[in-house]
């Protein structure tokens, strides 16, 4: 898996013209920032990024508002973007909760598709990125046309969702499954424990960031370093995963050492 991610990595930034040559890494070097700021500071930073997101939200649904209602443009998006940073506010315990929850679904999608669909996918011959024999190479798609009856892309998840449920046993059921035994253990767990869930939260989506983006800059820098790191890189995930849980989880709960007072009261003259 690491060298078709590492393949895939070359071919996409070699296809790119000079100008913009340094998109891919700069893509990654501001990923791995952002995920170092999560892993770091998430916990605490999650209130603030609600108010802005909805805020923005707000703003952005003003905008459509006043050109389909004829509304003045200004007052309308400074209206519905207060409204949107109120809600995000007031109702970021909510919001968050469902966040956790659609977090945790996809945690457990992804480990039974890992666990159960990947026979099933490695025989699925889907029109896509095609890894050679030679040297581990990985090869893009020829461009694609629509098709009359819709999107292509639509045909080939209907076709990969058929085959799946031809070559997996209890696909649907347990699937289904999945999701809701995992939404509602995400929504519970964001609602009981808010903190708690907000350490979750800042950890995992610090990791995700932070982990891709960095192999691929020293994949870049070291390729052999990169190849060497990728061997434990299941283990440096979750060693990089615990220490940003415990810390930011230490951060919103506030368990820092008293400080001492510097002096209770001054000697009178």
């Avoid at 990654?28 to 609600?50: D, N, T």
């Avoid at 802005?52 to 007052?75: D, E, Q, R, S």
């Avoid at 039974?112 to 699925?124: C, D, N, Q, R």
Wanted: hydrophobic share 55%; glycine share 8%.
């Amino acid at each position: 898996m690491e060298s078709t991610a590492a393949s895939l990595w070359d071919t996409l930034t070699k296809q790119l013209s000079p100008d913009v040559s340094w998109a891919p890494i700069g893509g990654a070097l501001l990923s791995a920032a952002l995920g170092l700021v999560f892993m770091v500071k998430g916990a605490r930073l999650a209130p603030v990024l609600a108010a802005l997101v909805f805020a923005g939200l707000g703003a952005a649904t003003g905008t459509v508002l006043a050109f389909a209602l004829n509304l003045p443009f200004w007052p309308t998006a400074v209206v519905a973007g207060t409204i949107g940073l109120v809600l995000g506010i007031v109702l970021f315990r909510l919001w968050f909760a469902l966040l956790v929850a659609g977090c945790m679904i996809a945690g457990g999608v992804s480990l039974y598709t890992g666990h159960s669909l990947v026979p099933a996918l490695k025989e699925y011959p889907a029109r896509g990125l095609t890894a050679t024999d030679l040297g581990g190479a990985v090869t893009l798609p020829e461009p694609q046309t629509v098709e009359p009856g819709g999107l292509s892309w639509q045909k080939e998840l209907a076709d990969l969702w058929a085959h799946l449920d031809r070559h997996v046993p209890n696909f649907r059921t347990n699937l289904t499954t999945v999701i809701i035994v995992t939404g509602l253990s995400g929504l519970i767990f964001g609602l009981l424990l808010p903190r708690a869930a907000r350490a979750f939260w800042a950890a995992t989506t610090g990791t995700l960031l932070f982990v891709p983006a960095a192999l691929a800059v020293l994949h870049t820098a070291h390729p052999q370093a990169a190849a060497w790191l990728s061997r434990w890189l299941t283990l440096l995930a979750a060693v990089l995963w615990s220490m940003s849980f415990v810390y930011n989880l230490a951060d919103v709960l506030e368990w820092r050492p008293k400080k001492r007072a510097a002096a209770r009261t001054a000697p009178a003259a």
